[in-house]
């Protein structure tokens, strides 16, 4: 049951270049989306979050879109840095209010070559 | 920055055994989680929990599964016979509302 996919396992990304991630999702009731990071050895890192009401948030050099009718979202990284490289994490939930599980993908491995 | 603590990093246990993880969640956080990632697999939800009750769980949390939060900072995660298939990182979360802030988890190794 992949309610969220995450198509590419991995991408390589040369320092500078912008990495776009890609993530699906099925289920319509989904209202809110996150990218996590994760380090080896290390928990998953919030990195950034929309909402269904928007298409579009930007933080620094991450910029998360957002296309409701295709269930679509990416996550942009310009410029790319080494210290990039990382298991990045889509998610998702029902609903901005605590306590409701998140939904993640499987994760796709960027390598970002210097 | 604050963040969620969990211990022990590893632990190996005997099939069949109790074990029972820890995690600090951060101070003002009221809903906390446990989530799980059997290795190469993603990372699935357990069980939420808020106001000192289990406010969702998944089918994965059967009854060899419990959890408690037995003092004002810690939250527990309890397996009461481990099967080999238990064996997976398992992450502490917690929030106000989201996102989530993760614990760098226990990693749980079955024997």
């Known amino acids: 049951d992949q309610q969220v996919k995450q198509n590419s396992p991995s991408l390589s990304v040369q320092e500078g270049r912008i990495s776009i991630l890609n993530c699906d999702y099925t289920n319509s009731m989904f209202d809110y989306f996150l990218w996590y990071k994760k380090y080896p050895a290390e928990g998953p890192t919030f990195l950034i979050s929309?909402?269904?009401?928007?298409d579009k948030n930007e933080d620094g050099r991450f910029t998360v879109f957002l296309n409701k009718s295709a269930k679509h979202l990416s996550l942009h990284i310009v410029p790319s840095q080494p210290g990039d490289s990382a298991v990045y994490f889509c998610a998702a939930s029902g609903y901005l209010s605590g306590n409701t599980p998140l939904v993640f993908g499987k994760g796709t491995r960027l390598s970002v070559i210097a | 920055e604050p963040e969620v603590t969990q211990t022990p990093s590893h632990q190996v246990t005997q099939m069949g055994q109790e074990v029972i993880l820890r995690c600090v969640p951060i101070s003002n956080h009221l809903y906390f989680y446990w989530y799980r990632q059997i290795l190469g697999q993603k990372v699935e939800f357990l069980v939420s929990f808020y106001n000192n009750e289990i406010s969702e769980k998944s089918e994965i949390f059967d009854d060899q599964f419990s959890v408690e939060r037995p003092d004002g900072s810690n939250f527990t995660l309890k397996i009461r016979s481990t099967k080999l298939e238990d064996s997976a990182m398992y992450f502490c979360a917690s929030s106000t509302g989201q996102p989530q802030h993760f614990g760098d988890g226990t990693r749980l190794s079955i024997l």
């Open positions: 929309i909402s269904s009401i928007k």
